[in-house]
């Protein structure tokens, strides 16, 4: 027994590759165990070349219990096939391939799924019927979605064995509380006048590089007939390094401004490109699709095309995962077809513009991706509307309080200038204040955000976050403001008697100490540390509601 149990094992063997393990060629007696949530690729071999092997449809159909999923396998290149499989339920299921191929039609295999041990892994990012303004993981756990835009992110490392750049960047946007990436899946180069001090260091430039293409040839001479795998699998290893930093991918899988040589629209090149994305990352928990950035600006593609690649990727996602389109005139139109409302918004008005949408979208999360806040850089890569730091970090704010989510933008990273480490630049460099944002990250990880409603009669001259059930509200006071001028930001349905007050600085992530709430008297508050100094937030606690 013990020799036919070597036998078995024979066939074979885990590897850790940037931390998707694969199982190479497994015989279907062979039990293939792997952790909840955890990504594996299953790999078979075809013995004969395949004629057009991007375009072949070859499924696994996942059965468990009374439950059954449909995944597709996707060609990796030297008669491979990739079954890329993760899950969020424990327990055995079994899958049998079908589809095109007759060579791997019938194959079968058994996956035992074992329950995650990781603490802060919870599982793909979804919404729920009953708190359907706000995301959630798989487990039930409140995602709060803090975004960093890096479109150039792919660029990193790419033809390094390691992700030595990749991973230093990763590392520090986690350590200061960002949760999600913007990124585009490829993307060649600006088409604006770009700093002419960054051509002096051309270790930061990753605009127009002619060596990474997803299809072949390169964007200057395109080939779009086949695909470029080596391109892909570089793009493995940044998603599962998100991953395995728990970070979430935000994947725009278009870019139409950035002088990308496309296939036309829906052209057999153009599906194939598109369904190998969704068929190659779909299994990693971490992604969210979008199906472009700016999708309707610029003249190319049309509702009706968004539209189709929507469905085309509901079709063909086996783990249905969060979709939407970066752009709010879509969304705003086809509300049925997004799970959840991007805009893009610099209106000074921000926030009354974020309450409307939130109005207007009552059972869909509401996501400002683009705010036109760019955090100054040591090059001038594109300054939007707003550069100073803590202009930047209010316009977060901004959103958050209007109970919406935000990405981040800093010029030294949204785009082709990358600078990967950029706390070990030469003193005097400009360094961004990633800090802000770690203290954001706090509040969140204080407070049960997902319980809180923005509550606009109730601001004074601030913005105001109530969570009835649990008796706390937020108040955010910018630093010019000198008083709220009135005492209407409790609810009058509330009692304060037993209340405590304490404020909270955004600029230092600083807690005050909790005091017996003191209403305004005058016109001013009895006590307000950091006056003039930051933007800060009032937080009161223990309210008591009078309704019986």
Known sequence: ????????????FAISNAQV?????????????????EVNDIVFHTKNRIQNPFDKNVFALVNANRDSQKVPLFFNGNNTWVLRYSSASEGIKNFTITGDLKELSGKKGTISILKNTKKDRHGGITTSKENPQHFFYQDGKHYSNLAFECDWLFALDYGQKELSKTNQLLETIRQNGFSQIVMNLYTYDVSWPKDPLLAQHPEHEYGGSEKMFPFLGSNSKPDFSSLNVAFFDHFDKVIASMHDKELVSHLMIYVWNKKVAW??????EDNRYYDYVIKHYQAFPNMIWDVSKEALHYGRATNEYISERIARTKKLDGYQRLISVHDYGFCRNHPDEVDFISTQNWRHTLYQHMIDARTDFPNKPIFNIEHGGYEEAPYKVFPGAY????????????CFFAGAYSTYYWQGTSWNAIIHNPFEQAEGVYKPRFDYFSHMRKLYDTFNIENFKPSPNNNGSGYNLSNEKEGIIMLF?????FTIMFDGLINKDFSSANATQQWFNTYTGEFSEERKYEKIKDNFWPWQPWRGEADTILIIRNLKSKKK
């Open 477 to 481: 006071m910018p630093k010019e403001n």
């Open 1 to 12: 027994m013990k020799k036919n149990i070597i036998l078995l094992l024979i066939g074979v």
């Open 263 to 268: 296939p036309e629209m829906n052209s057999p």
């Open 387 to 398: 550069t100073n730091a803590e202009s930047c970090l209010r316009r977060n704010y901004m």
């Open 21 to 37: 393990k694969k199982w190479d060629n497994p015989k279907s007696n062979v039990l293939i165990t792997i952790p909840q949530w």
